[in-house]
């Protein structure tokens, strides 16, 4: 047998034998007692895509009239294919000379204001013909 040290209680550990979470010392279960938090409901998970879709998107850069990454006034910076994932934390002067290094004069950069800006929705529409919906399959 091995012994394992947890917070000062000692328990022996076999390979062969599996103890349960009652075999366990009280301050040791009371450790392992985690409270998940729980899913969203429907209607949690409906109101923030909503908020999602309606994220003013000021970067619009396109090549060849495919949308490939916006930039949304929030700060949010979304890049629709792996490909084009140029590192983390990058700023968007960084991400914009990565897409210009990568595909020269057919590259397109549009920039708008908050007000006139398409929305992360209607990006989201154009790119893929429908804006973005929950995924609720997870919920059922």
Same mark, same amino acid.
């Given at each position: 047998? *091995? !012994?394992v040290?947890?917070?000062?209680?000692?328990?022996?550990? @076999?390979?062969? @034998? #599996?103890?349960?979470? &009652? &075999?366990?010392?009280?301050e040791? #279960?009371?450790?392992?007692?985690?409270? =998940? !938090?729980? =899913? !969203?409901?429907?209607?949690?998970?409906?109101?923030?895509? &909503?908020y999602?879709?309606? *994220? +003013?998107? %000021? $970067?619009?850069?396109?090549?060849? /009239?495919?949308i490939?990454? $916006?930039?949304?006034?929030?700060?949010?910076k $979304?890049?629709?294919?792996?490909?084009?994932?140029? /590192?983390?934390?990058?700023?968007?002067?960084?991400? =914009?000379?990565?897409?210009?290094?990568?595909? /020269?004069?057919?590259?397109?950069?549009?920039?708008?204001? +908050?007000?006139?800006?398409?929305?992360? /929705?209607?990006?989201?529409?154009?790119?893929?013909?429908?804006?973005? %919906? +929950?995924?609720? &399959?997870?919920?059922?």
């Amino acid at each position: 047998m *091995i !012994p394992v040290n947890i917070n000062d209680a000692i328990i022996p550990l @076999n390979p062969k @034998n #599996r103890i349960s979470k &009652d &075999d366990l010392p009280k301050e040791v #279960r009371e450790q392992l007692s985690i409270e =998940l !938090p729980s =899913l !969203p409901t429907l209607e949690e998970r409906q109101a923030q895509i &909503d908020y999602q879709n309606s *994220i +003013p998107q %000021t $970067t619009v850069i396109e090549n060849n /009239g495919e949308i490939l990454a $916006t930039f949304g006034d929030n700060g949010w910076k $979304t890049v629709f294919s792996n490909s084009d994932a140029f /590192g983390h934390n990058l700023s968007e002067t960084e991400i =914009l000379n990565a897409f210009k290094n990568k595909y /020269g004069a057919s590259l397109s950069i549009n920039k708008y204001s +908050p007000e006139n800006a398409p929305t992360m /929705g209607e990006i989201h529409e154009m790119k893929y013909g429908h804006p973005l %919906t +929950p995924k609720i &399959d997870y919920l059922v």
